[in-house]
């Protein structure tokens, strides 16, 4: 018969209900997570380049600038990175599936090195 110990018979020891994270809080880390010592930063705000630019227009068949929104590897810059709005967001993203559709931008590079 298997011995109960104080988590009612489990086999983990002696670490309790909350694994091995000791006494670093909920999230681990030196401070316990997010707590008073955070530090805050202040940056730059990004700016929409299609809402600060009016003569630029998100088209499928302009490669060279929807590459600004594609990383090195072939995938979609997010928007927090970008800067770009939520419904420009959308339109970016679509016109670049558009582009690799019809071969105007690669779907992902070539790992061979």
């Known amino acids: 018969m298997r011995p109960s110990g104080p988590n009612g018979g489990g ?8 694994g091995d994270r000791g006494d670093r809080g909920d999230r681990g880390g030196p401070n316990g997570g997010g707590g008073p010592n955070k530090k805050k930063r202040f ?24 590459r600004r929104f594609v990383t090195e ?3 979609i810059v997010p928007q927090r990175i970008s800067g770009v709005c939520s419904k420009n967001q959308r ?3 679509v ?3 558009r ?15």
């Open 43 to 66: 940056g730059r705000r990004k700016v929409d380049p299609f809402l600060a630019d009016k003569t630029l227009v998100i088209d499928y068949k302009d490669p060279g600038l929807l």
């Open 73 to 75: 590897r072939g995938k």
């Open 91 to 93: 339109a970016v993203a």
């Open 99 to 113: 582009a690799r559709n019809i071969a105007l931008l690669p779907y992902t590079t070539i790992s061979g090195e």
């Open 11 to 18: 086999d983990r020891g002696d670490r309790g209900d909350r």
């Open 95 to 97: 016109a670049i599936r």
